[in-house]
């Protein structure tokens, strides 16, 4: 007799296919011999296309599109949108739209109520009107990443998460952040994100790199929370020393950040050295021709790139910080710097010029992505914590 499946709904609040969203279509990917996933998206858009919704639909996954509010705000937000009165006419819209998601949960016979992040609260309304077990999927630091706050504060946050039946955090450094420090009593789980397959996991021959000239490479949103600026202000150090070398930048190319890197560019005079390449989802043949990927980032709650960086054989060189340093051993499975860019360079160049020790971090990571974070590792992991 088959095994009947689990019936979850989960809920995310975007529809980019940027890391969290990547997260989910991994979990679902690696478990859908065990679950049936039901999805909401946050949009207002009935006849709603998106990443997301495409990739969906390929993979036969049944999603509604919901207009919920999230519970957060970036700090300064000033008028209308940072007053009582706005939060409170957020509530009354969620109130409506969590008795709405009630009934689809009695239609498709939900069993568990997933949030795929700590931005919202709108699961834990769902889970209190209908009983259903809330997972609580912590993916962010909010404050310390993305300059975000809840809008009638953590504690408001914590009072429904200590309502959740189980709370899975991505890494030790958000669980310590995210679910100790702010005093929250439900249950938790470390669950590190799975970000490929065991089996596209290209095991054959020795990463080597280009003597020529180096080729380097970040990924991410283009923000101040990823810290680009290291990076260019890196290769900017490296290019005055004399050495050759190419920085291609991936993301979406927007923002008075993104503004102020491509002035910061064009007064040192690196536009032929550093290249804007926007949002990319197949990193693949990026990653083919990068012989370093650098992660700036100071507070990273895991590090999908890292992860995805060491299964292609791509050293990281990343600042020692958040989860990061979690995934990188110094000098076995990557390199960790601190400070500013001049360290960075230190880390380049003690890779880029010892092709043993470089090979050897590239070799090792690799392992280490194989042993602990494929989907199949990360699908047995989150099952395991129902």
């Avoid at 970036?74 to 008795?99: D, P």
């Avoid at 009983?131 to 706050?149: G, P």
């Avoid at 910061?264 to 990193?283: C, M, S, T």
């Avoid at 090792?364 to 602990?372: E, F, G, I």
Wanted: with cysteine.
């Amino acid at each position: 007799m088959a095994a009947v499946k689990i019936n979850m709904l989960s809920i995310t609040h975007y529809t980019a296919l940027y890391g969290a969203n990547r997260s989910l279509l991994n979990l679902i990917e690696g478990t859908k011999r065990s679950i049936n996933w039901t999805v909401i998206l946050r949009t207002d858009k009935k006849n709603h296309t998106s990443p997301i919704s495409l990739v969906l639909e390929e993979i036969g996954v049944k999603y509604y599109c919901i207009p919920f509010a999230q519970d957060i705000r970036s700090i300064g937000q000033k008028g209308y949108k940072a007053t009582f009165f706005y939060t409170l006419k957020e509530f009354t819209v969620n109130m409506w739209y969590t008795l709405v998601v009630a009934r689809l949960c009695k239609k498709n016979k939900i069993n568990y109520i997933h949030s795929n992040s700590s931005v919202f609260c709108f699961g834990a309304y769902v889970s209190a009107i209908t009983r259903i077990k809330h997972i609580w999927h912590f993916r962010e630091f909010i404050d310390k990443d993305y300059d975000l706050y809840y809008s009638l504060g953590f504690k408001y946050l914590k009072f429904w998460a200590d309502k959740a039946w189980k709370i899975i955090s991505i890494s030790n450094a958000i669980n310590d952040y995210c679910v100790i420090k702010r005093g929250i009593t439900c249950p938790s789980v470390i669950v590190y994100n799975g970000v490929i397959s065991s089996t596209a996991i290209p095991i054959e021959g020795l990463k080597s790199f280009n003597k020529n000239r180096w080729q380097f490479l970040i990924v991410g949103t283009i923000s101040k929370a990823k810290n680009q600026l290291d990076a260019i202000d890196a290769i900017n150090i490296l290019i005055n020393r004399g050495y050759s070398c190419n920085l291609t930048i991936a993301g979406d190319t927007k923002g008075e950040y993104y503004e102020n890197l491509t002035k910061y560019i064009e007064q040192n005079n690196l536009e032929k050295v550093v290249r804007f390449i926007g949002f990319k989802n197949n990193l693949k043949d990026l990653y083919a021709n990068a012989d370093l990927t650098l992660v700036c980032s100071k507070n990273e709650g895991m590090g999908r790139v890292t992860i995805e960086s060491m299964a292609f054989k791509v050293p990281v060189l990343a600042y020692d910080s958040g989860g990061t340093s979690e995934l990188i051993q110094h000098l076995k499975t990557g390199y960790l710097y601190t400070g500013g860019a001049e360290n960075l360079v230190h880390g380049i160049l003690l890779l880029m010029k010892d092709s043993i020790r470089y090979q050897s971090i590239s070799s090792t990571a690799q392992k280490l992505v194989v042993d602990k974070f494929t989907i199949e590792r990360y699908a047995a992991n989150f099952l395991m914590s129902l």
